[in-house]
């Protein structure tokens, strides 16, 4: 019974805190989809501005995911197998477009953008994969594959 009331708080502090971070003055029409199956994942979004998306499905335990998007029709979508994963993406500005899927256990990705119609794909799988990925400017694209 304690464990299910302790979990009971976990949920509504996160699913508390994940309202409040996505409720900024000019919200526009951002969306969240969150989708956890294991134990212990934990998410921290952010938004500001329009048309922004975050798709985050974590299936495993112990996966961690915090975003950040400013601007206009940001996305994220994260996915996550596996544990113990790490994805931690920052956006700003107009049009950028991230992705990350990391299947296995201890891959770690850190992804940030800013200025206009950039994109990143990051893919690990495997065991221990870190991927670092910083775009600023125009016309980006970046592509990151790990097995």
Aim: proline residues 1%; aromatic residues 2%.
């Amino acid at each position: 019974m304690q464990c299910f009331i302790r979990r009971s708080l976990r949920q509504t502090a996160l699913t508390l805190s994940l309202a409040l971070a996505i409720m900024p003055a000019h919200a526009g029409q951002n969306h969240v989809t969150v989708d956890q199956w294991g134990r212990d994942n934990s998410i921290a979004t952010s938004h500001r501005g329009t048309h922004q998306r975050v798709a985050i499905t974590q299936r495993g335990r112990a996966n961690l995911s915090f975003n950040t998007q400013d601007g206009a029709r940001n996305r994220v979508t994260i996915g996550q197998s596996g544990c113990h994963n790490v994805a931690d993406t920052a956006q700003g500005g107009q049009r950028n477009i991230l992705g990350i899927a990391q299947m296995g256990c201890r891959n770690d990705a850190t992804v940030t953008q800013s200025g206009r119609r950039n994109a990143i794909g990051v893919i690990q799988t495997g065991q221990g994969n870190t991927a670092n990925a910083s775009q600023h400017g125009n016309g980006n694209v970046v592509l990151i594959i790990q097995d």
